[in-house]
């Protein structure tokens, strides 16, 4: 099988990247699946119900007919997937980092990146403000890739944006990022870096990722993004 691990932060261009890796048809349909479960596990009243739980996040993202599951994962997540790790047993560990280093070790590891961390902030704080993270046509084929959405236009002209909820905003993600930095490097993994500013305007970065995995080129290289 085929699987792919895609870590970021909130707001960093990964619901973009999740569609362009959905659209390979040979790497998943990758996005957060586990966000309800890692927020919610302690309701769980049995090990085994949250064993399944965290089964039936894990392959949401599986295509049957290329044999290819992945996965998104934030940051955030990490701590709380790696407790439901070991708590059902999946994994033997005493640190939550290290259980879920160890579950996903098969996995090939990407990782998403927004260099400019004051649009992600902004982006942030807006969607906090207006509640609403992605914006979609009612027909949209990737309504399945989102997390929170509305088919509906933002209301903009209320915001006020406040320069130390911002800042605030930029102090956490640089946090985040440290995290992420700090988990690769003492568990020493090789990561595919995914830079949000450099793929925005250019696909080519997934044919490297589809060759790196599957070790064949896509049949078909994906069309220029439409902006």
């Known amino acids: 099988m085929n699987k792919l691990l895609l870590l970021s932060t ?3 261009g990964s619901t973009m990247v999740c569609e362009d890796i959905a659209n390979t ?7 957060e699946y586990f966000s309800s ?5 302690k309701r769980f009243e049995t090990t085994g119900a949250l064993s399944e739980a965290f089964e039936a996040s894990l392959m949401k993202g599986f295509v049957e007919k290329t ?18 790790l070991i708590d ?50 009612e027909d949209s084929a990737v309504k399945d890739l989102l997390g929170k959405f509305s088919t509906q236009e933002r209301q903009d002209e209320h915001l006020v944006y406040n320069e130390t909820e911002i800042s605030l905003e930029i102090e956490k993600i640089e946090q985040e990022e ?22 925005v305007n250019d696909r080519s970065y997934v044919n490297s990722l589809v ?17």
Do not use: C
Not at 25 to 31: D, Y
Not at 102 to 116: G, N
Not at 179 to 195: G, P, Q, W
Not at 211 to 227: F, H
């Open 67 to 84: 044999n290819s599951n992945s996965v998104k994962i934030m940051q955030s997540q990490i701590g709380a997937i790696g407790k439901i």
């Open 211 to 227: 060759k790196n995995i599957t070790g064949k080129k896509l049949v078909e290289e994906l069309t220029p993004r439409s902006l």
């Open 37 to 41: 479960l890692a927020d919610n596990f």
């Open 88 to 137: 059902t047993g999946k994994v033997q560990s005493f640190s939550h980092k290290s259980a879920f280093v160890e579950f996903f070790k098969p996995y090939y590891w990407a990782r998403i990146v927004r260099e400019d961390k004051v649009a992600q902030a902004v982006s942030r704080v807006v969607a906090r403000h207006t509640d609403v993270y992605h914006r979609v046509a």
């Open 25 to 31: 048809g040979v790497l998943g349909r990758p996005s």
């Open 10 to 12: 909130q707001r960093s």
């Open 178 to 199: 440290l995290f992420l930095d700090a988990l690769i490097r003492e568990h020493d993994i090789d990561v595919f870096e995914i830079i949000y500013e450099k793929v």
